[in-house]
């Protein structure tokens, strides 16, 4: 029975978890859009307030 011996095979299984270091664009154009759209209001805000003479 020698030879129907099968050899041992060792798999080994990487992990990807997510994102990591490597998941953090969104958070760069989230925050351009916040800091657009608060720019945006402000402005709103301000033309508001002011009336015709100033």
Do not use: C
């Amino acid at each position: 029975m020698a030879g129907d011996e099968r050899p041992i095979l060792i798999k080994k299984v990487k992990k990807v978890s997510g994102g990591g270091h490597h998941g953090g664009a969104w958070k760069v154009a989230y925050a351009d859009f916040v800091t657009a759209m608060m720019a945006f209001f402000l402005l709103m805000w301000l033309i508001n307030t002011t009336t015709p003479e100033q």
